[in-house]
């Protein structure tokens, strides 16, 4: 069967992106090369076969979990190959074309949108800063008063049980206001700034509270970073764990 087009993602560069270190691509794809579209706009293509990556196969393997996260994995890795290398546009996953002439037609159809978002992420990375709030911990301190109480009649029960009800009420409270004060100051140093839905995230160690993705111009990184690790180290007081990862390709700023 014959091969299909598969594109990573788009450079926008006055220059020919630098490949001498770009990662292996999905499997049972060729390897990544580009193709000019002309105007200073390349993608990151390579081969792939429609027995696996035509819209039936697609189809198919998308109830393989595993698959699509071996998939997803391998096509972030390339997309992440060009960071650095002016402004880089990523694709979805599973974008393909049946020909290189289909997918460069579908780029030069789509320049001038194109061209808004290269400049508007050219000279940013995207930084991702997640809080957990280390509940066991918290509560730990609630449970640790209880168990101080003498009052052990059914008065003092039920005493405790409400208190625990409004301890735990008020720690959401707090965490939701801790949480949207940090994005808030956060935004502030980046370009962009967007919130993914935390709960659709699992995490190890406690409730994710907060999943944010940060546009930050590259001139502001440094104080970028002093202002996340200040904050990780006061929240951290009070229970939180604020991790920053990056610099990524800006994946949650390409989508109109």
């Given amino acids: 069967m014959a091969d299909a087009c598969y594109v990573y993602c788009v450079i926008a560069s006055p220059r020919p992106p630098q490949r001498a270190r770009v990662a292996r691509g999905l499997p049972g794809t060729g390897a990544v090369r580009l193709l000019d579209a ?25 109830s393989n979990l595993e698959w699509v996260s071996r998939a997803a ?20 996953l599973f974008t393909v074309f049946r020909s290189e002439a289909r997918a460069l037609d579908h780029i030069r159809s789509q320049r001038k949108r194109l061209a808004a978002l290269a400049k508007r992420v050219a000279g940013h990375d995207e930084w991702s800063v997640r809080v957990v709030l280390d509940r066991p911990r918290r509560e730990g301190t609630l449970m640790q008063r209880e168990a101080s109480s003498r009052d052990r009649t059914g008065a003092g029960y039920l005493a405790r049980k409400k208190a625990r009800r409004d301890a735990a009420a008020e720690l959401a409270a707090h965490a939701r206001e801790s949480v949207a004060s940090l994005y808030d100051r956060l935004a502030v140093r980046a370009r962009l700034a967007k919130r993914r839905g935390a709960s659709e995230l699992p995490t190890e160690g406690g409730s994710l509270l907060l999943d944010a993705a940060f546009l930050v111009p590259r001139t502001r990184i440094s104080s970028f970073h002093r202002l996340v690790a200040r904050e990780a180290r006061s929240m951290s007081r009070r229970g939180y764990s604020v991790t920053l990862t990056g610099p990524w390709p800006p994946y949650s700023f390409v989508q109109d």
């Fill in 38 to 62: 002309d105007g200073g706009l390349y993608l990151a293509v390579a081969d792939a076969p429609l027995s696996q990556y035509g819209e039936t196969a697609i189809n198919r393997g998308l």
């Fill in 73 to 92: 994995v391998a096509h972030e890795r390339v997309v992440e190959s060009f960071n650095g290398s002016g402004a880089v546009l990523p694709m979805k």
